[in-house]
């Protein structure tokens, strides 16, 4: 660990209990769900505004101390990893809720407010902010922005970036970038809050923003499908697109993720038939339909008899209510905790959807060439592309054995996805874990062009120091 300035400077600037240095609060703290480095953070801080943030980050510029943002910690490619000596910097405090502008359609709140306590505030306006994230307990809407998160419902509502309106960050030298006005519409120049969403606090810190809001979604129907392989789930969703209903998620999981989830939670088996894949798809319920059309009801439950009667599906069920629909969530929801014993090598990839099904064939035919007997769980929001592969640890293989052998795949991991022209990150972003690859996907001007940027806004370099780039 490098030299550090006493510790009691900060302290002064904070108040004592706003400051630590406890071997378990640096653990807590200094890390995310990667599990891959150890954390080993010189202190933890948690600033209770902007202004606090701000002063901390003066303070940090002026000595020269590393820093990493921190927030719900929810990602998977180590960006709010602290490992070197750091000080991480805890968005936790930064809670604050504004009024809801019915008419507007937008809310302003603090950096460290979960997804779901969001989602709780505007819903008796009937709004919501529609990142919706399995995590949305915990992740946080600082967040969110800073790795431009998707979530389950991406392929209706788009990543976070496109319900974003003002945007209220620090930079390296704590001088406190302010554009949290709620316009729908501002065409004065480069978007600099555009440009700070997804940079993963490399750039900037962001402790605020105005969000923009979408009606809370009318009446759904859920339905799951077993699937004999990919390209029968692309199928399916071929045809979801034609029922002229409003698509609002499609997510597909493999059966080995089925057979962790059953045997982790206790729910119930979902179908009878047991096959590779399956699909579940939520569509959005119309009035009861027209002269012209049947009611939306219906018209899914003839859909699905058509999928089992041409053998796209080999079993499904259909939730109509509110209720059966969140059962059927379930079975994907918790895939991620199912398979947290086993310590999956996460990866996040997306290629364009209609060649999704020739990657994965590709992709299994490399595993049974050089992974044999591994366990890969595939997951994912098909209706955008994006596919989790999750390599599960051999039984009595070391953890050290298996990051190497990792490291090793996910070189050719990589390879592959850009022989299909998709990308290694869909969703968390490069962090420590892909940055090495990221030359693969980015070209050299890309990059030099990122070097230069971050060299203007981080001259020291002490914001998120070695994540995303060198």
Same mark, same amino acid.
């Given at each position: 660990?490098?030299?550090?300035?006493p510790?009691?400077?900060l302290?002064?600037?904070?108040?004592a209990?706003?400051?630590?240095?406890?071997?378990?609060?640096?653990?807590?703290?200094?890390?995310?769900?990667?599990?891959?480095?150890?954390?080993?953070?010189?202190?933890?801080?948690?600033?209770?505004?902007?202004?606090?943030?701000?002063?901390?980050?003066?303070w940090?510029?002026?000595r020269?101390?590393?820093?990493?943002?921190?927030?719900?910690?929810?990602?998977?490619?180590?960006?709010?990893?602290?490992?070197?000596?750091?000080l991480?910097?805890? #968005?936790?405090?930064l809670r +604050?809720?504004?009024?809801?502008?019915v *008419?507007?359609?937008s809310? /302003? $709140? &603090? =950096?460290?407010?979960?997804?779901?306590?969001?989602?709780?505030?505007?819903?008796?306006?009937?709004?919501?902010w529609?990142?919706?994230?399995?995590?949305?307990?915990t992740?946080?809407?600082?967040?969110?922005?800073?790795?431009?998160?998707?979530? #389950?419902?991406?392929?209706? +509502?788009?990543?976070?970036?496109?319900? *974003?309106?003002?945007?209220e /960050? $620090? &930079? =390296?030298?704590?001088?406190?970038?302010?554009?949290?006005?709620a316009?729908?519409?501002?065409?004065?120049?480069?978007?600099?809050?555009?440009?700070?969403?997804?940079?993963?606090?490399?750039?900037?810190?962001?402790?605020?923003?105005?969000?923009? #809001?979408?009606?809370?979604?009318?009446?759904?129907?859920?339905?799951? *499908?077993?699937?004999p392989?990919?390209?029968?789930?692309?199928?399916v969703?071929?045809?979801?697109?034609?029922?002229?209903?409003?698509?609002?998620?499609?997510?597909?999981?493999?059966?080995?993720?089925?057979?962790?989830?059953?045997?982790?939670?206790?729910l119930?088996?979902?179908?009878q038939?047991r096959?590779?894949?399956?699909?579940?798809v939520?569509?959005?319920?119309?009035?009861?339909?027209?002269?012209?059309?049947?009611?939306?009801?219906?018209?899914?439950?003839?859909?699905?008899?058509?999928?089992?009667?041409d053998?796209?599906?080999?079993?499904?069920?259909?939730?109509v209510?509110?209720?059966a629909?969140?059962?059927?969530?379930?079975?994907?929801?918790r895939?991620?905790?199912?398979?947290?014993?086993?310590?999956?090598?996460k990866?996040?990839?997306s290629?364009?959807?209609?060649?999704?099904?020739?990657?994965?064939?590709?992709?299994?035919?490399?595993?049974?060439?050089?992974?044999?007997?591994?366990q890969v769980?595939l997951?994912?929001?098909?209706?955008?592309?994006?596919?989790?592969?999750?390599?599960?640890?051999?039984?009595?293989?070391?953890?050290?054995?298996?990051?190497?052998?990792?490291?090793?795949?996910?070189?050719?991991?990589?390879?592959l996805?850009?022989?299909?022209?998709?990308?290694?990150?869909?969703?968390?972003?490069?962090?420590?874990?892909?940055?090495r690859?990221?030359?693969?996907?980015?070209?050299?001007?890309?990059?030099?062009?990122?070097?230069?940027?971050?060299?203007?806004?981080?001259?020291?370099?002490?914001?998120n120091?070695?994540?995303?780039?060198?």
């Amino acid at each position: 660990m490098n030299l550090r300035p006493p510790i009691g400077e900060l302290q002064a600037l904070l108040g004592a209990e706003a400051v630590s240095q406890d071997p378990g609060e640096l653990l807590h703290w200094g890390r995310d769900w990667t599990r891959i480095y150890a954390a080993a953070p010189w202190a933890v801080c948690w600033p209770r505004s902007t202004a606090e943030v701000a002063a901390v980050l003066r303070w940090c510029h002026a000595r020269g101390v590393p820093v990493v943002p921190s927030g719900g910690r929810t990602g998977l490619a180590g960006g709010a990893m602290a490992t070197a000596g750091e000080l991480v910097l805890s #968005l936790d405090r930064l809670r +604050y809720l504004g009024p809801v502008d019915v *008419l507007n359609r937008s809310v /302003a $709140v &603090g =950096a460290g407010v979960p997804n779901q306590v969001l989602q709780e505030h505007c819903a008796p306006h009937g709004l919501w902010w529609p990142v919706d994230l399995a995590a949305k307990g915990t992740a946080t809407i600082g967040g969110n922005l800073a790795t431009n998160a998707g979530g #389950l419902r991406v392929v209706r +509502y788009g990543h976070a970036r496109n319900w *974003l309106l003002g945007l209220e /960050a $620090v &930079g =390296a030298d704590g001088q406190i970038i302010s554009e949290l006005r709620a316009l729908h519409k501002d065409n004065s120049g480069p978007d600099l809050r555009q440009l700070l969403v997804g940079s993963e606090g490399t750039l900037a810190v962001v402790t605020a923003a105005t969000l923009q #809001l979408a009606p809370l979604p009318g009446p759904t129907a859920v339905a799951l *499908l077993a699937c004999p392989s990919m390209q029968a789930v692309l199928e399916v969703l071929a045809q979801a697109h034609t029922l002229k209903l409003e698509l609002h998620a499609f997510e597909v999981f493999s059966d080995l993720c089925l057979s962790h989830v059953l045997a982790r939670t206790g729910l119930p088996q979902p179908l009878q038939a047991r096959l590779p894949f399956y699909a579940l798809v939520e569509l959005g319920l119309d009035p009861a339909g027209s002269a012209h059309q049947p009611p939306a009801g219906a018209r899914m439950e003839r859909w699905l008899e058509r999928l089992l009667t041409d053998r796209t599906a080999a079993d499904g069920t259909l939730a109509v209510d509110h209720r059966a629909a969140q059962k059927l969530w379930a079975y994907r929801e918790r895939i991620t905790e199912s398979l947290q014993p086993w310590t999956p090598r996460k990866n996040d990839i997306s290629v364009p959807v209609s060649r999704l099904a020739e990657f994965v064939v590709e992709l299994q035919r490399w595993l049974d060439h050089s992974r044999p007997g591994w366990q890969v769980a595939l997951f994912g929001h098909v209706g955008d592309g994006n596919l989790h592969i999750n390599a599960l640890r051999p039984e009595g293989m070391a953890m050290v054995e298996f990051q190497q052998a990792c490291d090793l795949a996910d070189e050719a991991l990589y390879q592959l996805v850009a022989r299909f022209g998709g990308s290694m990150s869909a969703e968390h972003g490069i962090g420590l874990v892909k940055k090495r690859w990221l030359p693969l996907f980015r070209s050299k001007a890309e990059l030099q062009a990122l070097g230069a940027l971050k060299h203007a806004l981080d001259p020291a370099g002490i914001l998120n120091p070695g994540k995303v780039l060198s």
